[in-house]
């Protein structure tokens, strides 16, 4: 930077030049026109020019001019944009789940995010001008009137809204939009964690005893002794479960996801997710004892065709959906 300002050369009072790349001009007290050599549009080939606006004295407009060209050179340097953070996020929300990289449950929540806690706080703010310290003031605000009805908001969600806020920040940044990511020099809220509460033996004997012989009893018993997640569970197909073998076993392969859509039928959310679950012996037979029950209960219903679902219908399924049922694979 040293050798760009020993080449400026002072035309007159008002201008100075630095070699072919650029010049300062001034437009008032302490207001100066900066213009500077971009480099060439890696579409067309031509030359950009770029003009900005600078406040300050002749010496700190010579060095904005200098830190410019030095940026230029370095291939640092980024195009100036009147993009806001709202319209970049929101832009961003919607490629990932045009391109299958979140679900459209995770893109709810985005939006959830970004219309409550991101918009009306920093989302008319300048993309490019956003630093750590406006990072900083916005996790205060949040945490005093961050909710929608303008109370307090809790940790966890502040550092859900920073989350999402950051991804869109560092795909600004790889599409040249920005020069760093002004959330990522930020920390977010520290969450405490919660406290699990493991059953003892027992209370895991009480638990089975208690729901002997009710309808949701093989639901339980399968959840609690595989470990499987809710949506899995409702998920379940009868193929994906071998009752008839020495070492009986379920395999996962599908989970059920709610959406203001209705429900809809998705991968799990990593490859370790697709697994197979040895069955201990109280979950065999409370899983023969429930496909026996569906069976007579369907026969008594006239209701011929079989259904492979093991704990939620596709008519009761497909009555919470709008439109009906999809199946679409994707990642959170």
């Excluded at 080449?7 to 009072?13: A, C, F, K, V």
């Excluded at 969450?191 to 004997?205: P, R, S, T, Y």
Aim: glycine letters at 6%; one cysteine or more; a positive charge.
């Amino acid at each position: 930077m040293p050798s760009i300002l020993k080449s400026t050369q002072t035309i007159n009072r008002r201008i100075v030049r630095c070699g072919n790349q650029g010049f300062i001009r001034q437009r008032g007290k302490e207001s100066w026109q900066i213009k500077f050599d971009a480099g060439r549009d890696p579409t067309t080939g031509k030359r950009q020019t770029q003009f900005l606006t600078f406040r300050g004295t002749r010496k700190e407009a010579r060095l904005k001019l200098a830190e410019l060209i030095a940026s230029v050179g370095k291939g640092s340097y980024v195009n100036q944009s009147s993009l806001t953070v709202l319209e970049h996020v929101r832009v961003r929300i919607e490629q990932w789940q045009a391109l299958g990289k979140i679900t459209p449950k995770t893109a709810e929540r985005y939006r959830e995010l970004l219309d409550n806690q991101i918009a009306p706080h920093i989302g008319k703010a300048s993309l490019q001008k956003l630093k750590p310290a406006d990072i900083e003031r916005w996790h205060a605000t949040l945490k005093k009137r961050g909710r929608k009805d303008g109370g307090a908001l809790g940790a966890r969600t502040i550092r859900h809204a920073h989350r999402l806020l950051s991804k869109a920040l560092k795909e600004a940044m790889r599409h040249d939009l920005v020069v760093r990511n002004a959330a990522a020099a930020e920390p977010p809220p520290h969450v405490d964690a919660e406290e699990v509460v493991v059953l003892d033996g027992e209370q895991i004997k009480s638990l089975v005893e208690r729901l002997r012989g009710r309808a949701i009893y093989p639901r339980v018993i399968t959840a609690l002794f595989t470990g499987v997640r809710r949506g899995e569970l409702l998920a379940l197909r009868w193929r994906d479960v071998d009752l008839d073998t020495k070492e009986p076993s379920l395999r996962v392969r599908e989970a059920i996801e709610e959406t203001k859509a209705g429900l809809r039928l998705k991968t799990p959310k990593t490859e370790n997710s697709v697994r197979e679950i040895s069955l201990p012996d109280i979950v065999a037979e409370a899983l023969r004892e429930h496909r026996r029950q569906q069976l007579e209960q369907r026969v008594a219903l006239g209701l011929g065709k079989w259904d492979d679902t093991a704990y939620s219908s596709r008519s009761s399924m497909a009555r919470h959906s709008r439109p009906a049922l999809s199946r679409k694979s994707g990642r959170t």
